[in-house]
């Protein structure tokens, strides 16, 4: 099953810091390539977790005994470490883009360059579809859905003309919502437009957002002093609760003092600044030009 090249493989690698009789996890299996990588630093003693709440995934997973499956969201980190009776782990490991195999399979509805039903659920046993979200939302939801996870700028015009469309026709297809959007999708930057508005339908139907939440401020809890949490984001709204969580402690990036003005942070920063795909990266694997990463080790 062809999934996607994994991103800034070898710097995330690193940053976790392997001791070989670890435990590790890696929140998005996807394809598996940054799980292999951690499996070759691992020594026979060695753990790894792995989530992935796409049932694709599964298909995936390497003969190795030390591999544990979770199909699941990783925002259920700490109950699951719970139930195979982990009390902390070495490092996680956090991919958050969406693979090339979801987007390239056309009845998943990830993407805008094929007509297909507009599903966008990684988990597609729950949860509604993009579909029924464009059909159902009032036009102040789908306002604060394109302007905060797609940073469309006529955000308003956009939801209104939707909910207008949809009263002649139910949006169904990517093609009806190309249909329905019309005049609004720019001649000469449609592929911008459309990306930022299908990147915004996945954030929503998904709850992107609320989950990458609840996992990171699992994690201090979860891992053990000196491990690591590494983390690739693709978009602002990511990038900046992953940034604020590793400064701080917390989402809002809030830094406590102590009386005596002493900064009382969990994080210590691995990469003060951000790590990005090199030139020849991008070279072989277009789809990693927003990846940024972030390294933090718990004190």
């Not at 005994?65 to 195979?84: D, E, P, Q, S, W």
């Not at 805008?112 to 939801?141: H, P, Y």
């Amino acid at each position: 099953m062809a999934y996607h090249k994994p991103v800034l493989l070898n710097e995330s690698i690193e940053g976790l810091n392997i001791k070989p009789k670890g435990i590790y996890v890696d929140l998005t299996f996807g394809g598996g390539g940054h799980s292999r990588e951690v499996l070759k630093k691992l020594g026979s003693k060695g753990r790894l977790l792995v989530f992935d709440q796409d049932q694709d995934a599964e298909g995936n997973l390497p003969d190795d005994k030390r591999v544990t499956f979770i199909k699941a969201n990783f925002r259920y980190l700490r109950n699951f470490l719970r139930y195979h009776n982990i009390s902390e782990v070495d490092g996680i490991l956090a991919d958050l883009g969406i693979s090339s195999h979801q987007i390239d399979k056309p009845e998943r509805g990830f993407s805008f360059r094929t007509n297909s039903k507009l599903d966008m659920r990684m988990n597609r046993s729950s949860g509604i579809t993009a579909a029924k979200m464009l059909n159902e939302s009032s036009e102040n939801e789908l306002i604060r859905i394109f302007r905060s996870y797609g940073e469309i700028k006529n955000a308003g015009r956009v939801a209104r003309t939707i909910v207008a469309a949809r009263k002649n026709q139910t949006i169904s297809t990517t093609k009806d919502l190309e249909i329905a959007l019309g005049s609004l999708i720019p001649k000469y930057n449609s592929s911008k437009f459309l990306a930022k508005l299908y990147q915004a339908l996945r954030i929503e139907v998904n709850q992107e957002v609320e989950a990458l939440e609840e996992m990171l401020v699992q994690t201090l809890q979860a891992l053990s002093t000196e491990g690591r949490l590494v983390v690739i984001t693709y978009h602002s709204l990511e990038d900046r609760l992953v940034k604020n969580y590793m400064k701080s402690g917390n989402l809002k990036g809030d830094i406590e003092k102590d009386f005596y003005g002493k900064p009382l942070v969990p994080w210590k920063l691995i990469n003060r600044s951000v790590i990005v795909p090199s030139d020849e990266e991008l070279a072989e694997n277009n789809r990693a030009r927003s990846a940024k990463l972030r390294i933090a080790e718990k004190i």
